[in-house]
């Protein structure tokens, strides 16, 4: 991951400040600024968090976060973009050396398992900013290509499934990305509701469904 995949794409905002620091410093800083924004975003979410109080629960002062970003939707999308690129790895090693369906399924589900347990607070906020992409027009850029992104992990999670086992994947990529972001989205918030069982029946939800469409 680089920070030219986390900075693209942006659309220049109006009134947003440009660098005034060589470019590579200035995005550098901007990774170190999300990581030190996310738990507060996490916790709180969009409609709750200022610029001033993500700095109140950092070591960097409001103006330092004011300088590298010019409002809060452009830290919130660096940041969800940040952790999102992260993310859209998270399953490639499984992918690379699975030789037989079932290993590539007890590492995919193992991994699954894992983000959800460690990893909610982030997974919610993101589907709090594509929330507020169906009212916020600056949202709306960076949602669509995080989602293109994540579409495209999964995709390659089922058709490495489907080729070893001689098989082609039964539905399209945005059809298969719908369903299992669907279930994600549910068992997390059953899982952030306290339901004990919300992750082991994900996991089988998910274990029962990707034979069935690879």
């Given amino acids: 991951m680089t920070v030219e995949t986390i900075e693209a794409p942006r659309k220049a905002r109006a009134g947003a400040k440009g660098p005034r620091v060589p470019v590579d410093k200035f995005s550098a800083r901007r990774v170190e600024l999300a990581e030190a924004a996310l738990e507060t975003l996490a916790e709180l979410g969009y409609a709750r968090t200022s610029l ?21 939707i452009e830290l919130i999308c660096f940041c969800v973009r940040y952790y999102k690129a992260k993310c859209v ?3 490639d090693q499984v992918v690379a050396t699975a030789q037989t369906r079932d290993a590539l ?11 959800i347990r460690d990893e909610a607070p ?5 589907y709090d900013l594509r929330a507020q992409s169906l009212f916020e027009d600056a949202f709306r850029e960076d949602v669509a290509a ?10 390659r999670i089922a058709s490495r499934f489907a080729e070893l086992g001689h098989k082609k994947p039964a539905v399209s990529s945005g059809a298969l990305y719908a369903v299992f972001d669907g279930l994600f989205q549910r068992y997390l918030l059953r899982h952030l509701s306290g339901d004990p069982q919300a992750i082991p029946t994900f996991l089988d939800e998910v274990k029962a469904l990707l034979p069935i469409v690879a």
Avoid: C, P
């Fill in 52 to 72: 001033r109080e993500i700095a109140q629960n950092s070591k960097f002062t409001h103006g330092v976060f004011h300088y590298y970003f010019s409002d809060k």
């Fill in 105 to 115: 399924m007890a590492g995919f589900l193992e991994k699954l398992g894992d983000t």
């Fill in 146 to 155: 995080i989602d293109n992104s994540l579409e495209a992990m999964i995709w």
């Fill in 122 to 126: 982030m997974h919610r906020l993101w």
């Fill in 89 to 91: 790895t998270r399953y």
